[in-house]
């Protein structure tokens, strides 16, 4: 392994793929270079506890103490208290592992004290010995509503309640106009040389960070690179519902489909590097003809030796990129 | 083993022994027969969670799913949520395993949804299949504070958090003039023709019971004999701090104290008989001589055969005291 990069570098993420390309950038990165910025739509609240799934799989995932079978959830997981409930006639259609529920106990506990979110984030991490800055987007409760053929759903009604079955034909990021970002949020931005939008979902975990007033703005008027990572590779999503919700909306599930989705910065988007899977070299030059530059590797993420290297190979891009600047 | 009794039985209990006696009565009687009326003024919110040590106790060690070997929470208990909590510098205080959290979460969501705690118990028992009825005193909000040298304290703060160390000057049970008995109380008590009053704490566990407005008036206007089993043995407590109470508030910790608090019901108590261990055999005269009809017998119970024991022989004795009325 090379030295770690010094650069300032801010992390756009969602839950499993970005939080995997974020621990790599964390490994990479020195301490303190790297501000993950969350995305809390999926966040909501359930048997009167606050979830906030993408900040905790991020959390657990740069902690260390994630499932590395699933992604998500805590590493030596039991589920006593979800038995226990569901025997009661509980609703046990969202699995909360015992050890997980200790995080949304005391995160419940310290929001009902009045802390805000990033707040307890921030403390959070600090017991977890997680060096990097992570920050929810927003404080204020903006969540992601999904329109689908069965009516307007909660995400995580969609998600997990009905298993994305629904098909999708619109997103609503309720009362985001009135929201604001997170303290920091603004001043990583403004402070960052590298911008990283990771392999998360584009509608419903990248897209709700952008959302927020004042996010896509401050990236906009920051002239450092802004460089996507495909989450979609040979048409197919890694995780999750991705692929399917850009055919349900009526594009190709495709990586040039994410690259048009986020949009070039020269034109009316906000990137300026593209890296994909070599699976799809062949959509490269079609992508660079749009206007992006392009980095083809390999960007399925198994092991943590993955994640490193991807994380470097974005690094080095992004030096390029700002070295052409 | 007999066959099992028909009498018409109340018992009431607090925690640990309480529930032990009230197990062995629900073996001893025949299904339907049996009413727990169980202690509140334990009750409190932890961590967002409505707790009911007392409740939980009693439904935990009739549905056969409690801790042998503490006498309260769940067999086959897990701490996961506990050591993720502490670990981020929650509460640890007060120790919720991760099956009895299952419970707390699914009460408080019904609870929070405008159930009352007597129909989340009857729902919860009806779960844990237990056949005999158990009703929380009352569905209000009666805590206990205990007044001490260190000032007044919640129940849990006494009993747990400063593990009763405190020196106890009285007890209070707050809100208590206000508050009503939960359905099914009063009428149990009516039908009742034979209380048992368990061997639980008789400031902590008992008198809140009958300090709820009516409860002691319904169990003295009916006829029928009422029993006490004495907690202390041999001049200490089986379990907890009745002892430690009684010398405190300037008695002798005995049996004979424990027959003298609830007193006989010719004179201003509530008695019509005692039970009390064969350790404390010589004070059964003076007790006589208060005018109470005596059981001596073994009264601790450290097998389930023990607790179908003493339910056997407090029946019989039950039934001569009715003969006799």
Redesign the interface.
């Known amino acids: 392994m090379t030295n770690k990069h010094s650069l300032h570098v801010v992390a756009l993420a969602g839950g499993v793929g970005g939080a995997k390309l974020a621990h790599g950038l964390s490994q990479t990165l020195i301490p303190g270079r790297l501000t993950v910025i969350v995305n809390s739509g999926d966040d909501f609240e359930h ?3 606050k979830i906030c799934p993408d900040l905790d799989t991020v959390c657990y995932t740069l902690a260390g103490i994630a499932n590395p079978t699933t992604g998500w959830g ?1 590493w030596d ?2 589920w ?12 046990a259609w969202f699995r909360l ?7 949304h ?2 995160r ?2 310290l929001l ?1 004290k009045g802390w805000t979110l990033s707040q307890v984030t921030d ?2 991490r600090r ?2 010995k997680i060096e990097q800055t992570i920050i929810p987007v927003t404080d204020d409760f903006v969540p992601t509503m999904v329109n689908t053929d069965m009516g307007i759903l909660p995400f995580q009604e969609y998600f997990v309640k009905q298993q994305c079955r629904p098909v999708v034909t619109g997103f609503r990021f309720n009362n985001v106009d009135y929201s604001n970002p997170a303290p920091g949020v603004v001043d990583a931005i403004q402070k960052a040389e590298l911008v990283v939008i990771c392999p998360s979902n584009p509608w419903v975990s990248i897209d709700p960070i952008l959302a927020i007033p004042g996010v896509r703005m401050e990236v906009l008027s920051n002239a450092c690179p802004v460089i996507a990572v495909s989450p979609i590779i040979g048409g197919r999503a890694v995780k999750g519902p991705a692929a399917k919700m850009y055919l349900e909306m009526g594009f190709k599930p495709s990586a040039l489909s994410v690259a048009e989705h986020y949009g070039v910065r020269i034109i009316d988007g906000i990137l300026s590097g593209f890296v994909m899977d070599n699976k799809d070299k062949k959509m490269s030059m079609e992508i660079q003809k749009m206007g992006l530059q392009t980095l083809v590797t390999k960007t399925l993420m198994k092991t943590n030796d993955d994640r490193k290297q991807l994380a470097q190979e974005v690094l080095e891009f992004g030096k390029e990129l700002i070295k052409k600047n």
Not at 97 to 103: A, I, M, P, S
């Open positions: 048997l009167g506890l805590r997981e039991s006593n208290a979800m038995e226990s409930l569901e025997r009661l006639g509980g609703p592992g015992d050890r997980d529920l200790g995080t106990l005391e419940t506990r009902s403390e959070f017991a977890w």
